[in-house]
């Protein structure tokens, strides 16, 4: 266990904050600010014990280099809206600078102050030492509550723990709560959901859930890769021939495991790629046609996987049943979206696309716990250490 916030003294304490302000942006505009929201337990909190608040965040890729698009003064603002106090920017293409350290050593008990995007140094991502110490000078505490990048050592998320005594927020607190207990506790059956693009990306996570779980359901493009490897044609399915044998393995793995291992029975098949699509059919999935590209699973599938939901004690999703940002097959995810919001099971979703899909089809709020971090969710199920959380003390 990783000590919280509350379990050390912060009161009238200058506290350094890792938080995951890396939100969606259109010309200039936050569309879409729940990583903020989501910060906000922990910094009231700090707020409130009169500790001086400098919260800290990457935004998008500016490639170590200051970049007015990437800028976090619109997070300031909206900050400020949402904690109804100012909240400082501290403004500086280098992040860190002598005005900075000037504006940090002056902020009082309860103030709250926003340093710029760490990304513009190249140091952040490098997890230079010389940049961790540069930023742990700001504070005399270090609270980490970024679980997104959670998975990453940066000079911000395990670097600066080097010079501070390092806590985490409640965000991380609640993101390590449900996945280690869906992990390690599970009420059982114990089903995990994934889809989602390639096998290439998930072969840790279905090992590992090999091991937990009792029933493993596949969707995605990814299942053209299992059922290539049964010697099923895929037509022009997304496929990755040289996965074939990883995906044999898994199946004769969840095999000898007495591990339930679901894939589709029947698909949606069209003639172009998402948008560009004009013919449907579907078809059973060891029957696919030449010419044709699967994109969703079909209504038999559908049912089959919502029965096994319907009766699952925990359910685990990450990745979507089909190419779900078309409305033409989003039908499979929302299928298993509903099916989960149906049973009673505790529902974890890995974060990512699957995060986005509960949000398009409005069951955010029928949901147990809507992981914040999607690659640092499924590096913890794979069982890898998460270094900006063994950064933190042990309780
Ligand atoms: P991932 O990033 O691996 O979780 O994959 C998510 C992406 O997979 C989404 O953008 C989906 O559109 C895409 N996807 C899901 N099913 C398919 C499919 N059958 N063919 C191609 N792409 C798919």
């Not at 090992?207 to 895929?234: C, H, P, Q």
């Not at 013919?279 to 919502?306: C, H, L, N, S």
């Amino acid at each position: 266990m990783k000590k919280t916030v509350k379990d050390i003294d912060v009161k009238g304490k200058k506290i350094i904050c890792r938080c995951d302000f890396n939100v969606p942006m259109q010309d200039g505009e936050i569309t879409d600010d729940n990583r903020i929201t989501a910060a906000l337990p922990t910094i009231k909190y700090m707020v409130e014990q009169g500790a001086a608040v400098i919260l800290m965040s990457h935004m998008g890729r500016p490639k170590g280099e200051p970049n007015p698009k990437y800028t976090l003064a619109p997070v300031a603002k909206r900050l400020t809206e949402l904690l109804g106090k100012e909240v400082i920017f501290a403004q500086s293409d280098v992040v860190v600078d002598d005005k900075v350290r000037a504006a940090a050593a002056k902020l009082k008990a309860g103030q709250v102050m926003l340093l710029e995007n760490l990304r513009f140094r190249a140091e952040e991502e490098k997890n230079d030492p010389a940049f961790a110490k540069d930023l742990a000078s700001l504070a005399e505490i270090y609270v980490n509550d970024a679980f997104g990048t959670a998975h990453r050592a940066h000079a911000s998320t395990a670097g600066i723990a080097d010079y501070l005594p390092a806590v985490s927020g409640f965000l991380i607190e609640k993101e390590l709560k449900f996945l280690g207990d869906a992990l390690n506790e599970p009420v059982r059956p114990f089903v995990a959901i994934l889809g989602g693009s390639k096998v290439s990306d998930k072969i840790a996570v279905i090992n590992s859930l090999l091991e937990k779980a009792d029933t493993i359901i596949i969707g995605g493009g990814m299942s053209y890769t299992f059922f290539a490897a049964r010697g099923w044609n895929v037509g022009n399915s997304l496929c990755e021939r040289d996965k074939l044998d990883v995906a044999k393995e898994i199946e004769e793995k969840a095999k000898a495991k007495g591990v339930k291992f679901l894939t589709a029975v029947d698909i949606k098949v069209a003639d172009k790629f998402g948008p560009d699509a004009t013919k449907f059919m579907y078809v059973d999935a060891d029957k696919m046609p030449d010419g044709w590209e699967g994109q969703d699973i079909g209504p038999k599938t559908r049912e089959i996987y919502a029965e096994e939901i319907a009766n699952a004690g925990t359910v685990f999703w990450n990745g979507p049943m089909g190419v779900f940002e078309y409305y033409e097959f989003a039908g499979g995810t929302k299928a298993v979206a509903d099916a989960i919001v149906k049973s009673n099971a505790v529902s974890i979703i890995g974060g990512g696309d699957s995060a986005s899909a509960a949000k398009q089809f409005r069951i955010e709020d029928e949901i147990t716990h809507i992981s914040t971090g999607g690659g640092a969710s499924l590096e913890f199920l794979e069982g890898k250490a998460l270094p900006g959380v063994e950064a933190l003390q042990d309780k």
